[in-house]
């Protein structure tokens, strides 16, 4: 969550090069993380389904 807190820092400071670098950093990690457990990268995320 900590990307989420710099990205949302960053908008709320209105400083685009600073969240467009944590959003950048945030996907990247999203990626590694769905290929590391092999889920396409179109896998849908549902916030309502808990495991």
Not at 11 to 19: G, I, K, L, T
């Amino acid at each position: 969550m900590a990307a989420h807190e710099k990205i949302f820092d960053a908008v709320e400071r209105q400083d685009p090069d600073e969240a467009e670098l944590w959003m950048a950093r945030h996907v990247a990690d999203l990626k590694r993380g769905w290929d590391l457990v092999g889920l396409p990268y179109d896998f849908e995320i549902n916030p309502f389904v808990s495991t």
